[in-house]
């Protein structure tokens, strides 16, 4: 079973540059999340998606940051303008519907300069 | 208050012994589950276990067993007979609420890195 995929693996920019993140989930899974890993911390949830539905986005900089799950399959996250505390690891999880268990793809390294 | 307390950044432990790493959470919820996952220098996420709040039996996978103590709030991680690639950094996370809910966030520790030498 392929797990979860993203791309890209990294990425450099300039401050108020913008960038765009894909993941595709595991085939089948309804729930899709975004996390953002800054280092030396765990992972923070951004957004949560339930088929092509927002369920929890409270901890998303909205002023720049934006997600979609256009089709209920693939997600983009997108963050325009960046800014230096941009900088982290962005993951992508993937769950069954009413599963616990969250699997990761391999996350895109973002380097904000 | 944190949800989820690691206090241990570091630990080394030598080939084919055991460790334990130390989590603490803190919910007033009475459905909830706990989580670690494994990341390794390359950076994915790899789900190790699960313990739900009404199991009644610790959690077992393998070499890892978690050691749910609710009335402490702990639920330490157990790897026994330690292997070279047991070495990573180590989280555990917290969902609240029954399984099922389509709430999902973990709460993440800040991890604890593990070594694992010969």
């Known amino acids: 079973e392929a797990g979860v995929a993203q791309s890209p693996r990294y990425k450099i920019i300039e401050k108020r540059q913008s960038v765009a993140f894909w993941c595709n989930p595991i085939?089948?899974?309804?729930?899709l999340y975004w996390y953002q890993q800054i280092l030396g911390q765990g992972p923070k949830l951004l957004i949560q998606?339930?088929?092509?539905?927002?369920?929890?986005d409270s901890q998303l900089p909205k002023d720049r940051f934006s997600a979609e799950r256009l089709k209920g399959v693939d997600s983009t996250l997108k963050i325009q303008p960046a800014k230096l505390e941009d900088s982290a690891v962005y993951l992508c999880?993937?769950?069954?519907?009413?599963?616990?268990?969250?699997?990761f793809g391999p996350g895109t390294r973002l380097t904000v300069t | 208050a944190q949800k989820i307390t690691q206090t241990q950044p570091g630990m080394f432990v030598q080939e084919k012994e055991a460790v334990t790493l130390d989590c603490t959470y803190d919910?007033?919820?009475?459905?909830?589950?706990l989580f670690w996952y494994k990341q390794p220098s390359s950076g994915e996420m790899i789900f190790l276990i699960y313990?739900?709040?009404?199991?009644?039996q610790n959690a077992t996978e393998g070499r890892y067993s978690l050691n749910f103590q609710k009335a402490r709030k702990s639920a330490n991680l157990v790897i026994s007979a330690s292997q070279l690639g047991d070495s990573a950094m180590y989280f555990c996370?917290?969902?609240?609420?029954?399984?099922?809910?389509?709430?999902?966030?973990?709460?993440f520790g800040r991890g604890t890195q593990l070594t694992v030498w010969p």
């Open positions: 999880a993937s769950s069954l519907d009413r599963s616990y268990e969250q699997y």
């Open positions: 085939s089948g899974h309804a729930t």
């Open positions: 998606f339930q088929n092509n539905g927002v369920v929890d």
């Open positions: 919910t007033s919820d009475q459905s909830y589950g």
């Open positions: 313990q739900g709040s009404y199991d009644e």
């Open positions: 996370a917290m969902r609240e609420g029954p399984r099922g809910s389509t709430l999902g966030r973990l709460y």
